[in-house]
C-alpha cells in the first residue's frame, strides 16, 4: 500500500462512505484515472478498510475478453455470495424478487429476453443486494469498469439511484480515455447526487522518493528527482523503473541518477517479457496463455493451451507470482492490465487467431457460457 501515500483525501473520502454505509445509508464513489496512477491499490485500501470495519466486501473486475458476457461483473460480485450460502441463508438472499435472478447469478442461463424482462432481473438484483444488506452492510467493489459489461453496468446504474435507505456502498474505478467504454454508462455514475468523485493525480516528489528509498534505501535526492521525472508520478511505471534498476545493476550515485533516463520506459513490455523469461522456457509460454484467456482463467485452461503438463504450469504459475506479473495463481490474474497487454502484444496477429480460437474450443469442451465462447471467436479474425 506505499502508493498511498498521497491518497490521504480520496481515502478520507472511502472512510465517509464506510461510515455512512454502517450507519445504513448507501452511497457511491467513483474512482478515475490512467492507467497505473493506483485506482486497483485504493481499491484493495478500500475493501481492507471495509473488512476492518466489519463491512461485508464483493468484488469484481471488468475484462476486455467478457465485455460481451452478460451480467459478468454481476455474477462475480454475487455467485461466490450465494455459493458459499447454506440452503436457510440462501432462501434468505433469494427471497421475494430476488428469487427470479437465481439463475442469472450463478450463471446458468442468460438473463430474460427484451426490455421488461430485463428490467425485472435489474428489480430482482436489487433485491438480492437489499436482503444480502440485512445481515451485514455491504461494500461493493467494481474495478476497471470501463471493461464491464453493460448489462452489469444497467444493474450497477440502476441500483445506485436506489441505495440511499440500504447499507450498500459502491465503489467503482474506471481509466480515464479507454478506446471503447462507455461513456454515456460511466456518465450515468459520475452524475450521480452525492457522488464522491475521486480523480486520482501523479504521486509527487516526496512520495516518490518514499517509494525509491524503500527500494533503494542509499538513494540521494538526485536519484529520487530523477524517478519522479521519468515516472511522472505513475506508480506502476516508478516500480517497473526500480525494479529495473534493481535487476540491472545500473550503478551508484551520479551513474545511477543519470541511467534512470536511458533506463526508464523504452517499452515496460520489454522489462515484463525480459522478467518471465528467466523463469524458464514453461513461463513465457503459460504467459501469453494466460493473457489470452484474460483474468479470472483456470490455470488448467492456461495449461492445456500453452501445452505444459500441470505440474510444469503450476510451477511456472508460482513463478510468475514471485517475479510479479501474477497476483495469483489459480484462478490466475495479472497484476495489472498493463502487464497482461504487454505479454499479449508479445503474439504476431496469426498466434492471436490461432490462440483465441484454441481457447474457445478448450472451453467449449467444459461447457463454459456460450458469451464466454464467442468472446474469444469475436478476437479471432
Known amino acids: 500500500m506505499a502508493d498511498l501515500f498521497e491518497r490521504s483525501g480520496e481515502l478520507a473520502a472511502i472512510d465517509e462512505l ?101 428490467f425485472g432481473v435489474l428489480h430482482g438484483l436489487y433485491w438480492l443486494t437489499a436482503n444480502a444488506a440485512e445481515s451485514s452492510p455491504l461494500l461493493l467493489c467494481v474495478d476497471d469498469v470501463h471493461w464491464v459489461d453493460e448489462s452489469s453496468l444497467r444493474f450497477l446504474a440502476y441500483l445506485t439511484r436506489r441505495i440511499e435507505d440500504l447499507a450498500v456502498g459502491i465503489v467503482i474505478a474506471a481509466r480515464v480515455g479507454e478506446p471503447g467504454a462507455p461513456e454515456a454508462l460511466l456518465d450515468d455514475f459520475r452524475l450521480q447526487p452525492g457522488a464522491k468523485r475521486l480523480d486520482l493525480a501523479p504521486l ?73 523469461a528467466r523463469l524458464g522456457e514453461d513461463a513465457p509460454v503459460l504467459a501469453r496463455a494466460m493473457a489470452v484467456l484474460g483474468d479470472g482463467g483456470r490455470l488448467a485452461d492456461a495449461a492445456l493451451l500453452a501445452g505444459r503438463d500441470a505440474g510444469s504450469a503450476a510451477r511456472a504459475a508460482s513463478g510468475l507470482v514471485k517475479v510479479e506479473v501474477l497476483a495469483r495463481e489459480d484462478p490466475f490474474s495479472f497484476v495489472h492490465p498493463l502487464v497482461r497487454r504487454s505479454v499479449y502484444a508479445q503474439l504476431s496477429p496469426v498466434e492471436c487467431d490461432e490462440a483465441h480460437a484454441a481457447a474457445a474450443g478448450l472451453i467449449c469442451k467444459r461447457r463454459a457460457p456460450v458469451d464466454e465462447i464467442a468472446a474469444h471467436l469475436l478476437l479471432a479474425r
Open 204 to 276: 509527487g516528489p516526496e512520495s516518490v522518493g518514499q517509494l525509491v528509498r524503500a527500494e533503494l534505501p542509499a538513494a540521494d535526492g538526485a536519484l529520487c528527482a530523477s524517478c519522479h521525472a521519468a515516472s511522472a508520478g505513475n506508480p506502476f511505471y516508478l516500480r517497473e523503473l526500480l525494479r529495473a534498476l534493481v535487476v540491472e545493476g545500473a550503478g551508484e550515485g551520479p551513474e545511477l541518477a543519470r541511467r534512470v533516463g536511458e533506463i526508464s520506459i523504452p517499452s515496460v513490455g520489454e522489462r515484463v517479457v525480459r522478467r518471465i
Open 18 to 118: 464506510i461510515v455512512a454505509v454502517r450507519s445504513g445509508v448507501g452511497g457511491l464513489a467513483v474512482v478515475e484515472g490512467v492507467a497505473g496512477i493506483g485506482k486497483t491499490t485504493l481499491l484493495a485500501g478500500a475493501q481492507q478498510r471495509a473488512r476492518d470495519d466489519g463491512v461485508r466486501v464483493l468484488g469484481a473486475r471488468g475484462s476486455e475478453l467478457e465485455r460481451a458476457f452478460a451480467f459478468g461483473a454481476v455474477r462475480q460480485l454475487f455467485e461466490p455470495l450465494v455459493a458459499a450460502a447454506d440452503w436457510r441463508e440462501r432462501e434468505r438472499l433469494l427471497a421475494g424478487a430476488a428469487a427470479r435472478v437465481e439463475t442469472v447469478v450463478c450463471g446458468e442461463v442468460a438473463a430474460g429476453t427484451g426490455e421488461q424482462g430485463f
